[in-house]
């Protein structure tokens, strides 16, 4: 008999869930499109499915435009040709989410890879949310701080400015020295009040002198495959 036996369904395997999610995404990627490619852990399992089907010969000609270095890397590993971000629209971006409203708006960059997510989203004629259903909330801020990308020159000074609007926060740190992102800048993880107004407060981070991007995605998602353990639901904006 086994020590300590685990009882059956108590931890639900989010690993399998965020797969499932992004299997269904990948399902919409057709021969010769051009896609985004997401970062992070659910996104990671859509870019190995990309890499299985152009393996496998049922894709072809398909193009990634990576919004990570790692992303980036992952995509050459499984054989996805990478081109880098230009001024024509991507077919389709698929990606995971930090938080996901009723309305698919996001907060996204716990991984640090938000202002190349939002470049490369920004431009794509659809926009694919994967998630496993912890990432859904009634508001935004519920559950996870908003990263917001900052200049490394002056940065305390730009986080003076950001306390003014929203007072708790504070620099991502993980060790002795401040999480550096893809772009050479610093991380802000703001709490967000329970009376948030999304779009006001994006204006105004936008407007903060030395604040380069939000983790806010506000009205770009156009559809998320969520996955529970009870089935994937597909949430349309
Ligand atoms: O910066 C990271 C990205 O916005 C990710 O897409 C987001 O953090 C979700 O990541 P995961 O799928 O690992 O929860």
């Known amino acids: 008999m086994p020590e300590n036996p685990m009882p059956e369904n108590t931890v639900p395997d989010l690993e399998a869930l965020k797969k499932e999610a992004a299997l269904r995404a990948v399902a919409l990627v057709q021969s010769g499109m051009r896609v985004g490619l997401g970062t ?43 081109e880098p971000l230009d001024p024509r629209p991507l077919d389709l971006a698929i990606d995971g989410a930090d938080e996901i409203d009723p309305q698919l708006n996001l907060i996204k960059g716990l991984g640090g890879a938000l202002l190349r997510e939002k470049l490369t989203e920004v431009q794509a004629r659809r926009l694919v949310i994967i998630a496993d259903h912890t ?24 986080i003076e400015r950001l306390r003014e609007l929203v007072p708790g926060g504070r620099l991502r740190q993980p060790g002795a020295q401040p999480y550096v992102t893809d772009n050479g800048n610093y991380i802000y993880d703001a709490q967000l009040p329970q009376d948030l107004d999304a779009t006001a407060l994006e204006r105004q981070l936008k407007g903060t002198l030395g604040v380069v991007e939000t983790g806010f995605f506000l009205g770009m998602a156009d559809l998320a495959f969520v996955a529970a353990p009870e089935g994937v639901r597909e949430l349309k904006r």
Do not use: H, M
Request: no cysteine; glycine share 12%; net charge neutral.
């Open 40 to 82: 992070g852990s659910t996104a990671r399992y859509a870019i190995e499915a990309i890499g299985e089907r152009l393996a496998s010969g049922e894709l072809q000609g398909v193009v990634g435009v990576a919004t990570s270095d790692a992303s980036e890397t992952l995509a050459r590993q499984v054989g996805i040709p990478v």
């Open 135 to 158: 990432k859904l909330v009634t508001r935004l801020g519920e559950k996870a701080p908003l990263p917001i990308e900052i200049a490394r020159f002056g940065f305390l000074s730009t």
